[in-house]
């Protein structure tokens, strides 16, 4: 069966990655995903949380959300705190970033990184984890002291994959996401070591055959994404980097 917008099953979306698209943040990066468009900014704090005083650790963290009209109707915006899946997706990103950073390495320092979707058709966190470390190592550079590349150990990106209509597909926009039989997302190093993998029937059980055709597909879209990721840090003068 075709997909909505006639790519192959394991071809991801078309992907940019532009750096330093605000003006005030130490690192920030416009990610877009198809139709998926993350805003990620990365400002830094010389303090850490309470219960890391002391300790001579940095601390990386995240916070996410959707403007109201980056969805087919108007959502409400969260204006009492983040809902429940908000919650979930910066916990998320923040796992992310941190399984990669060496802390010891930034000081006592905090990068808080904010993930706001302007624009949803399905793999937001995904795309919040994936523009997010561009934008993390870019404020590491700019924090005296700090070297990103003695701090980031490795890159770390994260990509949707699930089954639609009997299929194992990449990076699922909304129309597929929406009617997936399974639905995965999953985070992995450029070194293809897993940090997290979140799958879910949607509609019925799936066997082990099924989940290693997943995730497969998953570690080669990350591996293109990471190629991605490493072009946009090397590079000097360019600020917007496609896939």
């Not at 070194?191 to 879910?200: A, D, L, M, R, S």
Request: proline share 5%; with cysteine.
């Amino acid at each position: 069966m075709a997909r909505p917008d006639g790519r192959a099953p394991d071809q991801l979306r078309p992907i940019t990655v532009t750096r330093d698209f605000l003006r005030h943040p130490e690192g920030s990066v416009l990610v877009e995903f198809g139709d998926t468009k993350v805003i990620c900014t990365a400002t830094t704090e010389d303090k850490v949380p309470s219960f890391l005083k002391g300790q001579g650790l940095g601390w990386v963290t995240a916070e996410y959300g959707m403007l109201p009209r980056s969805t087919n109707t108007r959502m409400t915006r969260e204006n009492r705190g983040p809902s429940g899946r908000s919650q979930e997706i910066q916990r998320l990103v923040g796992r992310a970033l941190r399984a990669v950073a060496d802390r010891a390495k930034m000081g006592e320092r905090t990068v808080w990184l904010d993930c706001d979707v302007i624009q949803a058709d399905g793999g937001t966190r995904t795309a919040a984890i994936t523009g997010g470390f561009v934008a993390l190592a870019d404020a590491l550079g700019r924090m005296p002291g700090v070297s990103p590349t003695a701090v980031l150990r490795d890159c770390v990106a994260a990509i949707s994959v699930g089954i639609v209509a009997g299929e194992p597909r990449l990076d699922l926009n909304y129309i597929e996401d929406s009617s997936a039989e399974v639905d995965m997302n999953v985070v992995m190093t450029g070194g293809g070591e897993f940090v997290e993998v979140q799958g879910t029937a949607e509609q019925a059980p799936f066997g082990r055959p099924r989940l290693d055709e997943m995730l497969a597909l998953a570690a080669l879209g990350i591996r293109r994404l990471v190629e991605l990721q490493r072009r946009a840090l090397a590079a000097r003068d360019e600020r917007s980097f496609r896939l």
